[in-house]
């Protein structure tokens, strides 16, 4: 949910206190956890990706995988291991690689994994890519950024540039 921090004070008992305004309705919420230990993660807002941004991506990965006579999932799986940010690396220890490859996949289409030796004896260090569901607007322009660029290259006809610049304005928006 989307807020802003306004106040830190301290109490008496020198526990600091969080004053927050929330942009949404957190009323039903807020009697589930009144008096209970929470956890609590604050971060910078990022907008969301717009679906019609997600639905831009497809019709270019489908223009490509139609051009280079691929199949759709192996052109987008392809264009997210080209991104940076949106992968996490991690030592695992032999015996757990594939069942830790096999849990990530079943995520989604594009979460897949790409494993190398590690250093660690008897460890593996798997690289585990997260598909774009997950893509905040900045990951997002920048996989549709990648897709325009591979279709400029094979001479596929692409969004005009203004038409591509208002949809990436409107990220967060959808």
């Not at 604050?42 to 717009?50: A, C, E, L």
């Amino acid at each position: 949910m989307k807020g802003r921090l306004l106040d830190l004070s301290v109490s008496f008992a020198g526990k600091q206190r969080l004053l927050v305004e929330l942009d949404g309705d957190f009323k039903n919420d807020f009697d589930t956890f009144h008096d209970t230990d929470v956890d609590i993660v604050v971060k910078k807002y990022r907008h969301r990706r717009s679906l019609d941004a997600n639905a831009y991506a497809w019709v270019l990965i489908d223009k490509i995988a139609s051009r280079m006579r691929m199949d759709k999932a192996d052109v987008y799986r392809d264009h997210i291991r080209r991104l940076g940010g949106v992968s996490e690396t991690v030592c695992v220890q032999d015996k757990a690689v594939d069942r830790l490859r096999q849990a990530w996949s079943k995520n989604g289409l594009g979460w897949q994994t790409e494993t190398f030796p590690s250093k660690i004896e008897g460890c593996t260090n798997v690289t585990m890519y997260y598909g774009s569901s997950s893509y905040d607007t900045a990951q997002m322009s920048a996989l549709i950024d990648n897709l325009v660029s591979t279709c400029s290259a094979l001479g596929i006809e692409t969004m005009p540039p203004e038409q591509l610049d208002s949809l990436i304005r409107s990220y967060g928006n959808g």
